[in-house]
């Protein structure tokens, strides 16, 4: 696979980008300069190389001495070397959300046994496609460190000379956390804004009900903070992150229309109004996506009085 690539971006700011082994072939994580001991922001895959790339990451940055590694969200991606990247850097403070942490611990250190492969069937993904994607799904490298820090909404954190405004910002994920730098208005967002794409904002067994309503709050709250730039866990840097934030709500108005069709059109099971959504060009992985995505999207047109759930796992329209 290919090596991590370090960028300099300026104001004391270097990004990491790490392989994944998937269409979404990267992540960025940050690596915030500070006299006092450098700050990484998320930590990549628990793949067997990212320790790899993070030791020659942090030698091309000139080997700083790092005490402080802030995770986002729990998503495998972002937590997954956490332990391995906490040995190597020996950094003393791991700072989480709160309720991150708790969905970190359910989901990768005390799993349930096959329920997520039971949430997949009960809407309508077909049995040995749910068996074997609850497999994938299970065999993701994921080490998360143990935070020594849990922080929630208005908690600050130092880096360098500047203060950082802890935000939660559900929606990709519940517990999702970003820090806003009070003076330079930078947001390290992990996945909240994403350019070019959108977000994966799925319903999953694990997660509250409604997250594309969350996350419509989410964007929302990016449009007043109007923060100057964000720092994105995947694609290109958002210069212009409250526009980027408006196109993203306008995108999934449109969506929500989409999968209110689906449903007038026969489609009952979530698999099936994502299969509608997204067509029959999706790899087995994005298929997963795509159901989870339909999920939230058929529950915001409940909350709407667009669709109902008429038995568990199957929809019609209102």
Known sequence: MPEAIVTALGGGVHRITLPLPWALDHVHCYALEDPDGWTLVDCGLGTPGTARRWTEALVELGSPRVRRIVVTHYHPDHVGAGRALQELTGAAEVVQGADDWELTQRAWLHPQDRAFEAYLRRNGMPEAEAARSAGDEGGIPVEPAE????????????????????????????????????????????????????????????????????????????????????????????????????????????????????????????????????????????????????????????????????????????
């Open 147 to 318: 935070p020594t820090r849990l922080v929630g909404e208005g908690d600050t954190v130092e880096i360098g000379s500047e203060r950082f405004l802890v935000l939660v910002l559900p929606g990709h994920a519940d517990g999702h956390i970003a820090l806003l730098g009070e003076r330079t208005g930078r947001l390290f967002g992990g996945d909240v804004l994403l350019h070019e794409i959108t977000p994966n904002v799925g319903r999953w067994e694990d997660t509250k009900p409604d997250p594309l309503g969350r996350y419509l709050a989410t964007l929302g709250r990016i449009q007043e903070l109007d923060p100057a730039r964000v720092y994105p866990g995947h694609k290109r840097l958002i210069e212009e992150p409250a526009v980027r934030a408006a196109e993203i709500a306008a995108h999934h108005a449109i969506r929500l229309d989409v999968h209110l069709e689906a449903l007038r059109l026969g489609a009952e099971t979530p698999y099936e109004v994502g299969s509608h959504v997204w067509g029959d060009g999706l790899g087995f992985h994005e298929r997963r996506f795509a159901l989870v995505e339909a999920i939230s999207h058929l529950e915001r047109l409940a909350v709407e009085g667009r669709a109902e759930e008429r038995a568990a796992g199957f929809w019609r329209a209102r």
